[in-house]
């Protein structure tokens, strides 16, 4: 199959984004006041409003509404104080009035942007660069957002009998009607991405937002987060969109953007051999990493729009609005902002630094700390290196939470700044802390960790390795000073890990003149 | 006993308990025999529910005997009846459909609940046309309900049971609910007062729907007053109806005034309406010359619009019809046609045996009307006629505090009558636009028809919100009228023994049957 650089080259994808994302931090459902909480045994958190039964009616959740105004301001959407909701008719049993509450054509948020800036190497998979280009090899791109609407979400359908809960081989379908009617956001993107790595950092700027907002827990995994992704491709150079398809509900980052490179391959493909894109709804299965088709319906669905009766239209007053303005904290991007220009920190450390809010309240109390200002850099390393090596290799890890306190992150990182431990050794100490609940001076004082800097100590062993490696030492003098490498690794190991980089480095340079 | 209660009004029942002239588990009961004896030929209740009625009995006379009674409102101890879309917890909700036969509701609806609150005895559920579609009572699937005053003619509808039950004295008030002239034109065909108030003064919440943006809740009974005690006890904002608004008016406190120095709106071109029966045109034309004469004045209006109300509402009707109604789909309660291979295919069956033909009829409309081909032609139209029918009550109502005219174009027709669906549309060409504005509109008794010997009934329309007005005229008409009149064949057992004994024909008022044309003769 053709690669997705070469399918670049020749064709140009344009990506749209639909993110739903589940309110979960409302305490009740969008029209009723059922608990918004899924976790509870099935079919609990139900009341007349939400299983239509006959005479209940819907009213709205003004919490809601705030969340999304909230959403709107912060992704610099135009709030549109006159609006209303929609019936969106269908006859599936996770509906059960056999509609969907939803919006029409007007949202509460209309006309919104986020810029993304791609970072180096997934910045390459743009054939085209863009004007807007960083030194450090990243790009920032203006990403249109078409509306941003509140709904309510369906029931939770499980296909008994079918394979992965899919209704294909089913023998029968159990409801659990607590997801019915839980506050939903919708946001439609215009088609203004151009690869898979655009639409997965959009998606992942949008989960910063929100997490910042404090409205949802973006959870991909549990489906709080999810993702629908159009992609057409058309000729390089030509304006004509080409027809697109639909990935359909998808649960990570990783799978959105793998998704959309496949189907910008296979796309490829076809236009290649000069056959047509069929218009269709697919599935990506990560355990293949290919998309298959969904079941397609033989006719477009007629959904009979109209405005919903039961709920009056809305005047949003501008004193609301100011209100909900006055609520939204400090945002990712401010707070990068923000970072760079009090603390000197790089672009691409400040972004990293505000992706996610626990790691951006630890290194905020970090800098709180004596002394933090002059260890920014490393602290900053530490925290979107290390921690996030740590996050992966521990299990039940929690930033925040347990031995690791800002006191001791500052401690450690101060310690490899007084090259009292090498940085290779602050990992080490970083997961005895976790370990032992320690302070990194401690653990570095019992487990006998300090560096070795004292350059007659570091001579010594220098010598030992050189007159231990003729051969080696002939070659780099001959030319292969990639052998350098060697010359540390079998220093190191004479001192246990525990020598200064830095000194044997230079000390290894010198010696092998 | 039980007859006296039958012609007693409301006003009356509470203050014979208030004096202790009965208790509330005699009167209970009384009332509930007589429902059992009257209703075995006008078959207005689907369900009597004795039960609740004695229960509620019980402590409306440990009220009584705790001395906490003085201080309950006026509806307590008053029996009452609901149309059969209004849930009330632990009894059926039918909506005279075969699709919720079998149906148990789970919880009460606010006006219900609203009237239980102000002491109401919860007497039973009353018949209607189908999911309320109709103008007959005839499309219920348990049968029709009869006209008290000639049992071969139809009691109007939808809330046909309601009307009747309180035209036959089985109860002095009940609920209906009005989505285009529902409770007007029953309490017309019967000689009864029902009042449809402005959109929003009353909760919908736990009525079934039918129009959402159309249907009202309001009351029947036999006079204006208990008709306004009734409304005073089910207005006002419910936070489970987001249509519903702020309301806490006294409806009774202008019915004293009389209409001097009011203004009274005619509508000339609905006095030339082709299908305007002479008896009716005459019986309205005498009520205005009333209302001139105890010191209206009558100024002519246009409402150049309101011919095109019956278009408007037969594309707005079916369409909210159609997606109010997609939930009766037989999966979590509902009609069930079993043994089905697929889920489409039993929706399908049930929905095909759950509903009756004029059901049916306006679900397969609102589906043609809001699909995406003919939205356009139909459906926004209709909104914007809507608006310029309500603009035109908007202007009307800058002239005049209340528009006087004809409920229906003619008196309770025969039972089978009319057949035609868009004939029968036609006959709500008065009330169907009032409606469509949000107006209040009520429906006054003008005793009966020269020609049909039926009763006639005029119906005052009021401004948004001002729903006072058109009870303050009410209430002059039924000073001319009469009140609490009983259909004679089941008046005259009462009135035998309401003279014989109790005080309650205190006013004289059961002395029904008085002509329209001849009140005409006695204003003169």
Same mark, same amino acid.
């Not at chain 1, 007659?456 to 990639?482: F, H």
């Not at chain 2, 608004?245 to 001097?260: C, H, P, R, Y």
């Not at chain 2, 305007?276 to 001139?292: D, S, T, Y």
């Given at each position: 199959?053709?690669?997705?650089?070469?399918?670049?080259?020749?064709?140009?994808?344009v990506?749209?984004?639909?993110?739903?994302?589940?309110?979960?931090?409302?305490?009740s459902?969008?029209f009723?006041?059922?608990?918004?909480?899924?976790?509870?045994?099935?079919?609990t958190n139900?009341?007349?409003?939400?299983?239509?039964?006959?005479?209940?009616l819907?009213?709205?959740?003004?919490?809601?509404?705030? *969340?999304?105004?909230?959403?709107?301001?912060?992704?610099?959407?135009?709030?549109?104080?006159?609006?209303?909701?929609?019936?969106?008719?269908?006859?599936?049993?996770?509906?059960? $009035?056999?509609?969907?509450?939803?919006?029409?054509?007007?949202?509460f948020?209309m006309?919104g942007?986020?810029?993304?800036?791609?970072?180096?190497?997934?910045?390459?998979?743009?054939?085209?660069?863009?004007?807007?280009?960083?030194k450090?090899?990243?790009?920032?791109?203006?990403?249109?957002?078409?509306?941003?609407?509140?709904e309510?979400?369906?029931? $939770?359908m499980?296909h008994?009998?079918?394979?992965?809960?899919?209704?294909?081989?089913?023998?029968?379908?159990?409801?659990?009607?607590?997801?019915?009617?839980?506050?939903l956001?919708?946001?439609?993107t215009?088609?203004?991405?151009?690869?898979?790595?655009?639409?997965?950092?959009?998606?992942?700027?949008?989960?910063?937002?929100?997490?910042a907002?404090?409205?949802s827990?973006?959870s991909?995994?549990?489906?709080?987060?999810?993702a629908?992704?159009?992609?057409?491709?058309?000729r390089?150079?030509?304006?004509?969109?080409?027809?697109?398809t639909?990935?359909?509900?998808?649960?990570?980052?990783?799978?959105?953007?793998?998704g959309?490179a496949?189907?910008?391959?296979?796309?490829?493909?076809i236009?290649?051999?000069?056959?047509? #894109?069929?218009?269709?709804?697919?599935?990506?299965?990560?355990?293949t990493?290919?998309?298959?088709?969904m079941?397609?319906?033989?006719t477009a669905?007629?959904?009979?729009?109209?405005?919903?009766?039961?709920?009056?239209?809305?005047?949003?007053?501008?004193?609301?609005?100011?209100?909900?303005?006055a609520?939204?904290?400090?945002?990712?991007?401010?707070?990068?902002?923000?970072?760079?220009?009090?603390?000197?920190?790089?672009?691409?450390?400040?972004?990293?630094? #505000?992706?996610?809010?626990?790691?951006?309240?630890?290194?905020?109390?970090?800098?709180?700390?004596?002394?933090?200002?002059?260890?920014?850099?490393p602290?900053?390393n530490?925290?979107?290196?290390?921690?996030?090596?740590?996050?992966?290799?521990?299990?039940?890890f929690?930033?925040?939470?347990?031995?690791?306190t800002p006191?001791?992150?500052?401690?450690? #990182?101060?310690m490899? *700044?007084?090259?009292?431990?090498?940085?290779?050794?602050?990992?080490?100490?970083?997961?005895f802390i976790?370990d032992?609940?320690?302070?990194?001076?401690?653990?570095?004082k019992?487990?006998?960790?300090?560096?070795?800097?004292?350059?007659?100590?570091?001579?010594?062993?220098?010598?030992?390795?050189?007159?231990?490696?003729? *051969?080696?030492?002939?070659?780099?003098?001959?030319?292969?000073?990639?052998?350098?490498?060697?010359?540390?690794g079998?220093?190191?190991?004479?001192?246990?890990?525990?020598?200064?980089?830095?000194?044997?480095?230079?000390?290894?340079?010198?010696?092998?003149? | 006993?039980?007859?006296?209660?039958?012609?007693?009004?409301?006003?009356?029942?509470?203050?014979?308990?208030?004096s202790?002239?009965f208790?509330?588990?005699?009167?209970?009961?009384?009332?509930?025999?007589?429902?059992?004896?009257?209703?075995?030929?006008?078959?207005?209740f689907?369900?009597?529910?004795?039960?609740?009625?004695?229960? !509620?009995?019980?402590?409306i006379?440990?009220?009584?005997?705790?001395?906490?009674?003085?201080s309950?409102?006026?509806?307590?101890?008053?029996?009452?009846? /609901?149309?059969?879309?209004?849930?009330?917890?632990?009894?059926?909700?039918?909506?005279?459909?075969?699709m919720?036969?079998?149906y148990?509701?789970?919880?009460t609806?606010?006006?219900?609940?609203?009237t239980?609150?102000?002491?109401?005895?919860p007497?039973?559920?009353?018949? @209607?046309?189908?999911?309320?579609?109709?103008?007959?009572?005839?499309s219920s699937?348990?049968?029709?309900?009869?006209n008290?005053?000639?049992?071969t003619?139809?009691?109007?509808g939808?809330?046909g049971?309601?009307?009747a039950?309180?035209?036959?004295? @089985?109860?002095?008030?009940?609920?209906?609910?009005?989505?285009?002239?529902?409770i007007?034109?029953?309490?017309g065909?019967?000689?009864v007062?029902?009042?449809?108030?402005?959109?929003g003064?009353?909760?919908?919440?736990?009525?079934? !729907?039918?129009?959402?943006?159309?249907?009202?809740?309001?009351p029947?009974?036999?006079?204006?007053?208990?008709?306004?005690?009734?409304?005073?006890?089910i207005?006002?904002?419910?936070?489970?109806d987001?249509?519903?608004?702020?309301?806490?008016?006294d409806?009774? !406190?202008?019915?004293?005034?009389?209409?001097?120095?009011?203004?009274?709106?005619?509508?000339?071109?609905? @006095?030339?309406?082709?299908?305007?029966?002479?008896?009716?045109?005459?019986?309205i034309e005498?009520?205005?010359?009333?209302l001139?004469?105890?010191?209206?004045?009558?100024v002519?209006?246009e409402?150049?619009?309101? +011919?095109a109300?019956?278009?408007? /509402?037969?594309?707005?009707?079916p369409?909210?019809?159609?997606?109010?109604?997609?939930?009766?789909?037989?999966?979590?309660?509902?009609?069930?046609?079993e043994?089905?291979?697929?889920?489409?295919?039993? &929706?399908?069956?049930?929905?095909?045996?759950?509903?009756?033909?004029?059901?049916?009829?306006?679900?397969m409309?609102?589906?043609?009307?809001?699909?995406?081909?003919? &939205?356009?032609? /139909?459906? &926004?139209?209709?909104?914007?006629?809507?608006?310029?029918?309500?603009?035109?009550?908007q202007?009307?109502?800058?002239?005049?505090?209340?528009i006087?005219?004809?409920?229906?174009?003619?008196t309770?027709?025969?039972l089978g009558?009319?057949?035609?669906?868009?004939?029968?549309?036609?006959?709500?060409?008065?009330?169907?636009?009032?409606?469509?504005?949000?107006?209040?509109?009520?429906?006054?008794?003008?005793?009966?028809?020269?020609?049909?010997s039926?009763?006639?009934?005029?119906?005052?329309?009021?401004?948004?919100?001002?729903d006072?007005? @058109?009870?303050?005229?009410a209430?002059?008409?039924?000073?001319? &009228?009469?009140?609490?009149?009983?259909?004679?064949?089941f008046a005259?057992?009462?009135?035998?023994?309401?003279?014989?004994?109790?005080?309650?024909s205190?006013?004289?008022?059961?002395s029904?049957?008085v002509?329209?044309?001849?009140? +005409?003769?006695?204003t003169?």
């Amino acid at each position: 199959m053709i690669s997705l650089e070469d399918a670049m080259k020749e064709w140009e994808p344009v990506i749209g984004l639909e993110c739903h994302i589940e309110l979960t931090s409302l305490d009740s459902k969008m029209f009723c006041s059922c608990k918004n909480e899924h976790g509870d045994a099935p079919n609990t958190n139900v009341c007349p409003v939400c299983l239509g039964m006959p005479g209940a009616l819907p009213s709205p959740n003004k919490e809601a509404i705030k *969340d999304i105004v909230l959403t709107g301001l912060a992704t610099n959407c135009d709030i549109e104080k006159h609006t209303m909701f929609y019936r969106k008719g269908y006859m599936y049993p996770d509906m059960a $009035k056999n509609f969907q509450i939803t919006q029409g054509p007007k949202a509460f948020c209309m006309r919104g942007h986020l810029d993304l800036t791609i970072d180096a190497p997934a910045a390459n998979e743009r054939v085209d660069i863009p004007e807007a280009q960083g030194k450090d090899g990243s790009y920032t791109t203006h990403i249109g957002i078409h509306l941003i609407h509140l709904e309510e979400d369906a029931a $939770k359908m499980v296909h008994v009998g079918g394979r992965e809960g899919r209704i294909e081989g089913a023998t029968h379908s159990i409801i659990d009607y607590n997801r019915a009617g839980t506050p939903l956001m919708e946001l439609v993107t215009e088609p203004e991405m151009h690869t898979p790595e655009e639409a997965r950092r959009f998606m992942e700027k949008l989960r910063e937002i929100v997490l910042a907002l404090g409205i949802s827990d973006c959870s991909m995994e549990n489906g709080s987060m999810r993702a629908d992704g159009n992609v057409s491709l058309r000729r390089r150079g030509t304006e004509k969109l080409g027809t697109k398809t639909e990935l359909k509900n998808i649960n990570s980052f990783k799978n959105l953007h793998d998704g959309l490179a496949f189907e910008i391959r296979r796309q490829a493909e076809i236009l290649n051999e000069g056959a047509t #894109v069929l218009q269709e709804t697919r599935h990506y299965d990560p355990s293949t990493k290919h998309t298959i088709p969904m079941r397609t319906k033989e006719t477009a669905a007629d959904y009979r729009m109209f405005p919903d009766p039961d709920l009056a239209p809305f005047d949003l007053s501008d004193e609301f609005i100011d209100e909900v303005r006055a609520m939204l904290p400090e945002l990712p991007d401010q707070k990068a902002e923000r970072y760079q220009k009090d603390w000197g920190l790089s672009s691409y450390d400040a972004r990293n630094l #505000v992706k996610d809010p626990t790691i951006t309240a630890f290194f905020e109390a970090c800098m709180k700390q004596k002394d933090a200002q002059k260890l920014v850099k490393p602290l900053a390393n530490l925290l979107i290196n290390d921690v996030a090596q740590l996050g992966n290799e521990v299990e039940d890890f929690t930033l925040g939470e347990g031995p690791l306190t800002p006191e001791r992150a500052v401690s450690l #990182v101060g310690m490899v *700044d007084a090259q009292d431990i090498s940085t290779k050794q602050m990992y080490e100490v970083l997961k005895f802390i976790v370990d032992e609940d320690k302070d990194p001076a401690t653990i570095v004082k019992e487990h006998g960790m300090k560096q070795v800097s004292d350059t007659s100590a570091l001579g010594a062993v220098v010598d030992k390795v050189i007159a231990d490696n003729p *051969d080696k030492v002939a070659a780099y003098k001959g030319g292969k000073t990639g052998l350098l490498g060697f010359f540390m690794g079998q220093c190191m190991k004479a001192l246990k890990g525990q020598g200064n980089p830095r000194a044997l480095n230079e000390l290894l340079r010198q010696k092998l003149q | 006993m039980s007859d006296i209660f039958g012609t007693m009004s409301a006003a009356q029942i509470h203050q014979g308990l208030a004096s202790k002239e009965f208790s509330a588990a005699e009167m209970t009961d009384a009332i509930l025999s007589g429902i059992d004896a009257a209703d075995k030929s006008i078959h207005a209740f689907l369900q009597v529910t004795p039960d609740l009625a004695h229960e !509620a009995a019980q402590k409306i006379d440990q009220a009584i005997a705790s001395g906490d009674f003085e201080s309950m409102g006026p509806l307590a101890g008053v029996p009452c009846a /609901y149309k059969d879309n209004m849930n009330l917890r632990d009894t059926h909700t039918t909506c005279a459909s075969k699709m919720l036969e079998n149906y148990v509701s789970p919880f009460t609806a606010t006006c219900v609940q609203d009237t239980l609150d102000a002491g109401c005895i919860p007497v039973g559920k009353t018949n @209607m046309d189908e999911f309320a579609f109709g103008s007959t009572t005839e499309s219920s699937v348990f049968g029709p309900t009869k006209n008290p005053w000639d049992q071969t003619r139809v009691p109007g509808g939808s809330s046909g049971g309601s009307a009747a039950a309180v035209a036959a004295g @089985m109860v002095p008030v009940a609920l209906g609910s009005d989505t285009g002239g529902s409770i007007r034109q029953p309490a017309g065909f019967c000689g009864v007062v029902g009042v449809k108030p402005t959109y929003g003064v009353v909760s919908r919440y736990g009525v079934v !729907a039918f129009g959402s943006s159309l249907d009202q809740v309001g009351p029947f009974a036999r006079n204006v007053h208990d008709a306004a005690e009734m409304l005073n006890a089910i207005q006002g904002r419910d936070p489970k109806d987001c249509t519903s608004q702020q309301s806490a008016k006294d409806f009774t !406190a202008n019915l004293d005034e009389g209409v001097k120095g009011m203004k009274v709106g005619v509508v000339p071109a609905f @006095m030339e309406s082709e299908g305007l029966a002479p008896e009716v045109k005459n019986a309205i034309e005498a009520a205005a010359k009333h209302l001139e004469d105890a010191g209206a004045e009558l100024v002519e209006i246009e409402l150049p619009n309101a +011919k095109a109300a019956i278009s408007a /509402y037969y594309v707005l009707g079916p369409c909210e019809a159609f997606s109010n109604l997609a939930r009766f789909d037989s999966v979590r309660y509902g009609y069930c046609d079993e043994g089905h291979k697929t889920l489409a295919e039993q &929706y399908e069956a049930s929905r095909a045996k759950g509903f009756g033909a004029e059901a049916k009829r306006r679900i397969m409309l609102g589906s043609y009307l809001l699909s995406a081909n003919e &939205y356009h032609n /139909y459906y &926004y139209p209709a909104q914007q006629i809507r608006t310029l029918i309500t603009q035109d009550y908007q202007r009307a109502f800058e002239k005049v505090d209340v528009i006087l005219g004809p409920v229906s174009p003619c008196t309770a027709f025969k039972l089978g009558e009319i057949t035609d669906p868009a004939t029968m549309y036609l006959f709500d060409m008065f009330t169907v636009p009032v409606n469509i504005s949000g107006n209040g509109g009520m429906s006054v008794p003008l005793g009966l028809g020269k020609d049909s010997s039926m009763p006639v009934g005029a119906q005052l329309i009021c401004p948004a919100f001002g729903d006072e007005n @058109m009870f303050r005229v009410a209430a002059e008409l039924e000073r001319c &009228y009469g009140s609490n009149t009983v259909a004679p064949d089941f008046a005259s057992a009462a009135q035998a023994n309401a003279s014989a004994g109790a005080n309650a024909s205190a006013d004289g008022s059961a002395s029904a049957a008085v002509s329209a044309d001849d009140q +005409k003769g006695g204003t003169r």
